[in-house]
Structure formats: C-alpha cells, structure tokens
C-alpha cells in the first residue's frame, strides 16, 4: 500500500490524534470551555463537533476545578476523557484536582483505580499576551509524583505523543505551545504512537549539548545553526516528555559533548531546567568541561509591552550566548 | 554573580602589590584581555588586564597597597549587585590547595618553567587554588598530570579538557611540524601554541624585562683540548671521557663558588644567594627548549659531571626527564657550540641573575708571546641581571671561568 503524506500543522496534528483516538474508541471524549461550536479559543477541536457530536465534543462551564474533577470522575469509571484547560495559566484552578485527586488516586486506591485522564493546556509568551495568560507552568507539575507531562515541539510528536498520553493509565498533563500551532510538517495518514518518557535528538552535534522543550527547541536549533558559523557543533535533545525523563539520553549525549545548556520558555529560577542541571551534574559530573547553563524567562510577571516580553523570554540569542559561554568563546 | 578581580601573583616570591591607577572607572565595559589597571610589584609597575569581559561593577582598591589574593574589584553584569559585605578591601585567606589525588605520580611533564604562581595572568588563581573542570581533572587523573603546572584557557583562567589534551599532546606528539611536510607555496601552517611554547614565551618575556648587560671574553682552549684528547687515550674500552662542555660545566661551577654573586637568584625583596651551584644545562629538544638542573656541581669532579651531565641531558631528550629536576637551577649554560656558531647573546633565564652563553670553539690567530700562533678558540658570553650583579662582579666571575678553561689544572 502506498503511503499518503499530508501535510499537518501542530495544531491539525493534535486534532488528528483525538479524532483518531475517538473513531476507534467511543471511552474517549474531550471536554472544556468553548471547544464544541467554537473549536477552543486556538481552534484546536474546530469540526470536532461535527464530526463526535455534543455527547463527546462537549463544552464545559469556566470552572477549571469542576471540569477536571468530572474528567478524574470519568477516567477512574473507565473512559479516557481529554480535558482541554483554556490556558495553562488556569491549571491553578484545577491544581487541587490534579496534585491531590489525578496523581494520587491509583496510589491511594492500592491500585484498585486508575485515572486515564490527559489534561491538554495551551499557553505560552510571544503574543503579548501579559501575566496571567502567557506563563508556562510545566514546572509546577514535573514535581508532583503520580502525574505525567508531555511537551512535544513538533508536530510529528505532539500527535504521536498525544495518543500514548490518551492510551496511558496514568493522568497526563500535556502541554502545547501556542507559538507552535502553525508549525508544519509531513506526516503518513497512518498514526505513529511515541511512547512516552523517550528523547528524541532533534539535531546531533559534538560540542555542546542543549536540552531544550518546547518553543525553545525550533530556537535552539535556530542558535545550533548560528554557533556552526562560529566552528561549534551543537546538539540538541528535546526531552519530549518531561515526567518520566529519558535521563539516559541527555546523560549519553552530555558525556559525549563534555558541555550542557538547558532552555526554556519558563522562568529560569526553579524552573525544570533546574532539574536538568542538577542531574547532570550528579551523573556527568566527571564529564563536563563547564558548567550548566540555564537559559529562560527573567524572574517576573510576563509583561504586556511586546518590548518588554521579547526582553523577558528566551529566544535564540539568549541559547546562542549560552553556547558560546560554555565553550569559553562569549 | 559578580565575579571578584583578585590581585595576582605576578612572580614567585611576590607578597602584595600597589595599586597605581585604574584604567576603567566603574560602570565600565571592559573586555577580557584589555588593560584594566597598573599594578607596581618590587619588581615591575604594569599593566594588567582583565581576566573576563563585563562591567566594572566596584573597585574595591582604587589606590594602594594590598596582599595578593585580595579583592580589588568586582566585574560583572551590567546591573549586578555587588556583595555588600566583600565591598570594602579584605585580604582574602588563601584556601588550601585541593588534595590531591594520593595514587597520582606526575609524569615527567615538559614544563620546565611552568612555575604556577607567576602564571596569575594568564589563569592561576592568586590564591593557589587550581580552577579546572571536572572533565579536566578527570583526564589529568588518568593521564598522571598535574593540573597546578597547567595554564587554563578556559573562562576567568579556568583548566579546561583543551588545555589537559594539550599538555598531552605536546609530551606525545611534539613535532607535528616536522620539516619537509609538502605545502602549496603560500600556504601557511598554523601552529598551536603548546604549553612548552607558552611557557618559554611567557618566561623569556618576562626575562625581557630585566636590565641585562652583556660581557665577552674569549678562552684559548689549547689546553683543555689537549687534556681531552689524553683523556680519550686513556679511556677503558665503554668509558666516555669528558667533553668540552664538561669542562666549560666545571669552569663555571669553580668560578661560581669564587664570586657567589652571580650564583644568585633575584626575588621580589631580596638577592639570593647560593652556596650550591646547581647549573641549567639549556638543551633543544623536539618540543622546545628545556633546562634540566645538573645539582651540586661544586661538589662533582670532572667525570662524574661528565657522567651526570650526559645521563641528565639524554633523558631530557627522550622525555623521561622528572619535573623536580628541572626546577631550581641558579645559573645556566646554554652551549651553541655543536651548531657552528661563534658567538651569542642568551637571554636570562629568570629568577636566575646570569646565564653564560658558549659559542664553537674556532681556530683563531692569538698573539703568544709576541708572536702571532693558531689557537682554538672559545667565545663565552656572559648577560647578567644588573638588578642583582654588577659589572664588576661579573667580569671577575668570566675571567676566573676563561682562566680556568685557559689551565684547567687550576680547576681539577
């Protein structure tokens, strides 16, 4: 048989990996604030309706805590529910639900319950979006035992990963950049499941490793191809999943490069790149020729002034001068 | 973090130094590498430069005198705050080397002069501490090298995995460059520096900067010549009789005994004067120029300084050579002899106040009691660090030397 390719964007990839999930199995649904007629405030469910109708493409009321408390409900009843959290900002609203009730409940349950339940959230800075809808919260959420996340940066992972987040067992928080829905890429009708907790090396280089997620991958990349100017070979590993991390990976290219820089869009102080550095340092430590660097956001609300923002967040630049500081040519 | 400018160590035996002049003023950029103050030692008033680009956050000793190790100033990012409590001058209590690793024997490295405290500019931390990565230290443990005689050209001085390849590379593979590599005409080779270059840049600079003076004197070697070709008689089968440089060795170490000024070292407060003689044998090896220490040479006779000069000198050709001999010299000769050249001009080799520069012996017209004869002829020229020696004392310490060569039975 020969293989089709579309074209798909991030967001179409992740569209797809629900549609296909729900044609195959009636347990999935989704669920959130305007995602049926609306198709979500980043049109990521748009036709969904259509398609599933009001019994599984279903809006909820604005109240985050509620939607995700049904979502728990139902996955520990035996369906795979997505959850779609409007902005990752309002996790807070669901917070209790998720650390106290997602991650706990199989734990709690002696393993009598299981809590299938993906909670898919958007955010991200670069739209001038301000402090309260542009915050990236993954690491608030890699540090709570019991709970998965997931960061894909491409389209191939975000509909990859999405499906072995649908068909996994524990509650997964999935996190899609809003800078990254209009990315494109070919992709075989036939799904291509990623299982989770594996990196992936999105470029390989000798010299220097930077483990970046998210938007900060394309930019890391961005920054390899400008530190190749300059004689330096970059690599760059992104995680893909956050919790569980493939440690092994960024431990195999680290002793290969002697040099780690870790990026990301959230900020830089405690942020999950914190965790990165240290366990480098724990595991690689005889093999670094320099220290970690972190790059990401200033420690500080995200500010509405686009000039501001741009300040505030990482980009390539920021990834490029931490190259070169790690190589000891700033 | 702001990172604290330290006052260096410039030389062995440096105890603090005086502030002069800044620069930069705070709120400055400055680049590594570009001058940031004047600094005036016992020694030398220069410039200094700094060890990392950023901003001059706080000078800490605008003007003075201060210990070295102590923070003079705080260079950092635009906006960093500088620590209140280090703000004001306190000498810094120099932190104890790391311990080293108990089952790491050095290998003979080839670094005769890579004395770590005079190497504060170019990544020493003045306070002794070795700053290296892990990765480094790692292969200098395996590789049984000690990182405390390596420069660090990583950022603010710090000994990276490079520098330790590096040292590596020049013990193993040193002449990369051998002569007859076919090139296209116009092509240039690039040749990293290695640590041995490096070294012998730094220090024959810093040699440089004394006021050195030079003094000639030219020896009929008749006589030596002639003991030597006895001595070759007399050789049992497998023995080495002495050669020239032998008796030029025991010329200097019998004229050094006599005039112990030129025997000296010069240090920062004080003339040292040595009552051994332990002479720097300068020898051209593939990685660059090396001076094993002959010790005790007073005390040696004429064979045995033959036998220990030959035994030193070929180890130090084949690399085998141990660091510890090459330290500590307090003269040296450096013998161009073999190369057909007659006279030359050797540059100090500090701390070391005189080094005695020995050309071909040729054969000359001398006059002999009033009588125009063929002699060979030996040209030894003397420079002196007139810091430490003056003229006079040294040109009695050449005579005695050229008189000694002249009739070596005064010497024996």
């Known amino acids: 048989m020969p293989e089709t390719k579309t074209r798909f964007s991030y967001r179409e990839a992740v569209r797809d990996a629900m549609s296909q999930a729900m044609r195959r199995d009636p347990d999935v649904f989704v669920m959130g604030q305007d995602i049926a007629e609306h198709g979500g405030s980043q049109k990521v469910t748009l036709g969904m309706l ?29 369906m795979r529910p997505i959850v779609e959290i409007m902005y990752e900002d309002f996790l807070t ?54 709970l998965k996340v997931v960061y894909p940066s491409t389209p191939r992972d975000a509909r990859g990963l999405l499906w072995s987040s649908i068909y996994d067992d524990n509650c997964v928080v999935f996190f899609e950049h809003v800078q990254l829905y209009n990315q494109r890429e070919e992709l075989p009708e036939e799904l291509e499941p990623i299982p989770l907790g594996k990196a992936r090396i ?27 100017q300059d004689g330096i070979s970059v690599e760059v590993v992104d995680p893909r999943t956050l919790q569980p991390l493939d440690e092994e990976a960024i431990l195999e290219s680290v002793r290969k490069t002697s040099r780690c820089v870790v990026a990301h869009e959230a900020v830089r102080r405690m942020g999950f790149g914190a965790e ?15 220290p970690v660097e972190r790059v990401g956001a200033c420690f500080s609300p995200l500010p509405f002034a686009p000039s501001l923002e741009r300040a505030c967040i990482p980009r390539r630049e920021q990834v490029y001068a931490a190259i070169k500081r790690t190589v000891g040519s700033e | 973090m702001p990172s604290e400018i330290k006052l260096p160590r410039l030389g062995q035996g440096m105890e603090s130094g005086v502030v002069t002049k800044w620069l930069k003023s705070e709120g400055q950029a400055v680049a590594k590498g570009e001058p940031l103050y004047e600094l005036d030692t016992d020694k030398v008033t ?41 703000a004001r001058t306190t000498p810094v209590k120099p932190e104890p080397e790391p311990e080293p690793e108990p089952e790491t024997k050095p290998e003979p490295a080839f670094e005769p002069v890579a004395l770590r405290p005079a190497a504060s500019l170019d990544g020493a931390e003045p306070d002794g501490r070795t700053k290296a990565s892990p990765l480094a230290r790692r292969l200098a443990r395996e590789r049984g090298l000690d990182l405390a005689r390596m420069a660090g050209s990583g950022p603010e001085g710090r000994i990276v995995a490079e520098d330790v390849k590096r040292a590596v590379s020049a013990m193993a593979a040193p002449s990369a460059s051998a002569v007859g590599a076919a090139g296209a005409p116009g092509q240039v080779e690039r040749i990293p520096l290695t640590n041995v270059r490096r070294t012998i840049a730094r220090r024959l600079t810093e040699a440089w900067q004394a006021p050195a003076f030079q003094l000639t004197s030219s020896a009929d070697m008749s006589e030596v010549l002639e003991m030597r070709a006895r001595l070759r008689e007399r050789a049992q089968p497998g023995e080495r009789p002495a050669s020239v440089a032998d008796f030029l060795t025991r010329a200097c170490a019998q004229a050094l005994i006599r005039y112990p000024g030129v025997n000296a070292l010069w240090l920062a407060n004080a003339i040292e004067i040595h009552h051994s003689v332990d002479i720097g044998i300068a020898t051209a090896t593939d990685r660059g120029l090396i001076v094993p220490v002959l010790r005790g040479c007073e005390r040696r006779s004429l064979s045995e300084l033959a036998e220990a000069r030959r035994d030193l000198v070929s180890r130090t050709l084949d690399g085998t050579i141990g660091l510890e001999e090459l330290e500590g010299g307090t003269f040296t000769i450096s013998n161009l002899g073999t190369f057909d050249v007659e006279q030359f001009v050797a540059v100090l080799n500090p701390p070391q106040v005189a080094i005695i520069a020995a050309g071909a012996i040729v054969e000359r017209p001398v006059a002999r009691a009033g009588e125009v004869a063929i002699a060979p002829v030996l040209t030894l020229t003397l420079t002196c660090d007139h810091r430490a020696v003056d003229g006079s004392v040294a040109a009695e310490f050449l005579a005695a030397a050229k008189g000694f060569l002249e009739e070596p039975g005064l010497m024996l």
Do not use: C
Not at chain 1, 109 to 129: C, D, F, Y
Not at chain 1, 276 to 290: G, I, N, P, S, T
């Open chain 1, 50 to 78: 259509e398609e599933f109708g009001p019994d599984r493409v279903r809006n909820a009321p604005i109240s985050e805590m509620a939607l995700t408390g049904a979502g728990i409900g139902a996955a520990m009843l035996g």
């Open chain 1, 93 to 146: 609203l669901a917070m209790e639900q998720l650390v106290n009730h997602a991650a706990k409940e199989r734990y709690m349950s002696g393993g009598q319950l299981k809590v299938p339940l993906t909670v898919r959230t958007q955010g991200g800075a670069g739209w001038s979006s301000a402090a309260q809808h542009g915050q990236q919260t993954e690491g608030w959420f890699v540090g709570v035992p019991g």
């Open chain 1, 202 to 228: 999105a470029r390989a280089g000798e010299d220097v490793t930077v483990v970046a997620t998210g938007p900060l991958v394309p930019e890391a990349l961005a920054a390899a191809e400008q530190a190749e």
């Open chain 1, 276 to 290: 990165v550095a240290a366990l480098v340092q724990e595991k690689a430590f005889d093999w670094l020729d320099a």
């Open chain 2, 46 to 86: 220069q410039e200094v430069e700094s060890p990392l680009s950023g901003v001059l956050l706080r000078i800490v000793l605008a003007e003075g005198e201060a210990p070295v190790g102590t923070t003079i100033a705080y260079v950092g990012e635009e906006g960093e705050q500088v620590p209140e409590a280090a």
